[in-house]
């Protein structure tokens, strides 16, 4: 049987596996048929409509009370709502209500960006009774803001709530949260605002027999443990805590946390640890899969090998000269890692033999990397990686050119990486053969020039993100008309202060990128075409979704 065989729903279960862009852009184009089924099966299901008040490309303002007329009177109604509310004169229109009216039982998850709750925007929360998923993201600058009268009438219809999440600039909305007695919490995030206790307690209170994840950042990290180990019935799978720091040591209430919670999967911790409770860590949660934490060291680094189901270690430490490197974590595919001490062991990056993804930041700036050991040995130890953040990592070319020092070349599994080198020239881009690399960020390289970029282009032809940044002479008009007229895949193109470019640049993009869906051209001086008329001239291509310029 082939695959245009197969009846429609075993296709529709098949496209669920990808992302929703490519169903649209790409897979759709295939047949009518697959067409078809993509539009009216799946999209409805697994797509995401975002109503916004200006058009990613045109930058028009749309009318929005138009597309909620429209959207309300489709026959297959989105279940993945993000609607963004410019103004209070939104909600006040009849389509608000009425789009709500005809297709709010359908949604499952729905994210509101406003700039204040007002008692038109709840007044809609009350079809949204099969509604599991929310979040709500709010800009007002005002730390508490006044209270809608109906907030608890209006959410009590939220029955099948069970993910909520919070971007607010205050807690106005807990201020009373009888309106989710009714639901069964599963996942709870507070984020931007620092969390008070006393109103934390009465949600916790309510869904700590049902809670599985917690996101949440207060003032001081002991109080808020001791509240998550007063209940008895919390068995928390994620938790991702934050403080303000410069409070006592909370060690004991954090051991007696882990002592509670061994189920847990991810742990974050965004407060500085004491050594005892990161030498307790595989002693009590031996299943842990994510850890994410802030310490001044890790003495006994060989405990941490005993976590043999940990995939995801993000380390913020201060030094790491004692890390032993016959320590073998080797089930961590993804390392992230920031050291503050000007001097770096060598000995860490041999410790994770199975790292897929490594992200490295030099928290103090270019001292990190002066001794030659520590670049050969974290090329040498990187081979296998697919994906290598080094943006915020500052080498120098003569160290990653140097003799015995392994070039980006030899890692034949690289498929995305970001690169930041203060002195790059040609010869850096030399050592970029890379046939299945998809994602190149170039920062900081002011002396690339065509004759790199020809070199890039040849050998690294499936690219399809490219982000070039800050190059004041070297990367020319002909430059980009040879980056667009090569790289066929390119999806998404960043350019930032690339000053030599000129308005030539733009009509080798309209000629040469067929299947660009993201573009952004800011602080290239060289292009002096208005704004107005430069969108004119990008919008030509058709499959553009997201264009910034300025």
């Not at 709500?136 to 709530?161: Q, R």
């Not at 938790?239 to 720091?245: D, F, I, P, Q, R």
């Not at 409770?277 to 310490?295: F, G, N, S, T, Y």
């Not at 043999?308 to 890390?323: K, M, Q």
């Amino acid at each position: 049987m082939e695959l245009a065989d197969l009846p429609n729903e075993l296709l529709q279960k098949i496209f669920t596996f990808l992302p929703v862009n490519e169903l649209v852009s790409v897979v759709s184009l295939v047949c009518s048929a697959w067409c078809d089924v993509i539009r009216t099966f799946v999209l409805p299901k697994q797509g995401l409509l975002h109503v916004r008040p200006v058009h990613p490309v045109t930058h028009q303002l749309i009318a929005m009370e138009t597309v909620l007329k429209e959207q309300a009177v489709k026959p297959y109604p989105w279940t993945n709502l993000k609607l963004t509310i410019p103004n209070g004169d939104l909600p006040t229109r009849p389509e608000f209500m009425r789009f709500f009216n005809q297709q709010g039982h359908t949604l499952k998850t729905l994210t509101i960006q406003c700039t204040e709750l007002t008692v038109d925007i709840l007044a809609a929360f009350e079809t949204l009774y099969n509604l599991e998923s929310l979040c709500i993201v709010s800009e007002s600058e005002s730390l508490y803001g006044p209270v809608p009268a109906n907030v608890e009438m209006a959410l009590t219809s939220l029955k099948s709530l069970t993910r909520l999440r919070l971007h607010l600039p205050s807690y106005t909305i807990l201020r009373s949260v009888a309106f989710l007695s009714g639901a069964r919490l599963v996942s709870l995030a507070l984020e931007r605002f620092e969390m008070e206790l006393h109103h934390l307690r009465p949600l916790l209170d309510d869904h700590h027999r049902t809670l599985r994840e917690l996101t949440v950042r207060v003032e001081e990290m002991k109080p808020l443990l001791t509240l998550l180990n007063s209940y008895p019935s919390l068995q928390l799978r994620r938790l991702n805590v934050k403080s303000a720091g410069n409070e006592d040591d909370f060690s004991d209430a954090l051991i007696q946390l882990y002592d509670q919670q061994p189920q847990l999967r991810a742990l974050t911790i965004g407060s500085e640890l004491s050594l005892r409770a990161v030498d307790a860590l595989p002693q009590k949660l031996l299943h842990l899969q994510e850890l994410e934490l802030i310490a001044e060291s890790i003495n006994n680094c060989k405990a941490l090998s005993e976590l043999r189901h940990l995939r995801r270690l993000t380390l913020c430490l201060y030094d790491v000269r004692a890390w032993d490197e016959t320590v073998q974590l080797e089930g961590v595919t993804e390392l992230s890692l920031a050291v503050t001490f000007p001097l770096i062991s060598p000995a860490i990056f041999c410790s994770f033999p199975c790292v897929e993804r490594l992200y490295l930041e030099n928290v103090d700036d270019d001292t990190l990397m002066r001794d030659i050991v520590v670049v050969r040995t974290l090329m040498a130890c990187m081979r296998q990686v697919r994906v290598l953040d080094l943006e915020n990592f500052v080498f120098r070319e003569r160290e990653i050119l140097n003799d015995g020092v392994v070039r980006f070349e030899e890692m034949e599994r690289l498929e995305c990486l970001k690169y930041s080198c203060r002195d790059m020239s040609d010869a850096s881009l030399l050592t970029m053969n890379l046939p299945v690399l998809r994602e190149l960020y170039l920062t900081h390289c002011p002396n690339v020039s065509f004759t790199g970029l020809s070199f890039l282009v040849r050998n690294c032809p499936l690219i399809e993100r490219l982000h070039l940044e800050s190059n004041k002479r070297g990367l020319e008009d002909e430059a980009l008309e040879l980056i667009t007229r090569k790289l066929t895949h390119l999806r998404m193109l960043v350019l930032v202060n690339l000053r030599a470019l000129t308005n030539v640049s733009l009509d080798s993009i309209v000629t040469n990128c067929f299947y660009l869906m993201e573009l952004t051209i800011t602080h290239c001086v060289g292009i002096t075409l208005e704004k107005g008329a430069a969108i004119e001239k990008l919008s030509v291509v058709k499959s553009l979704k997201n264009l910034i310029y300025s």
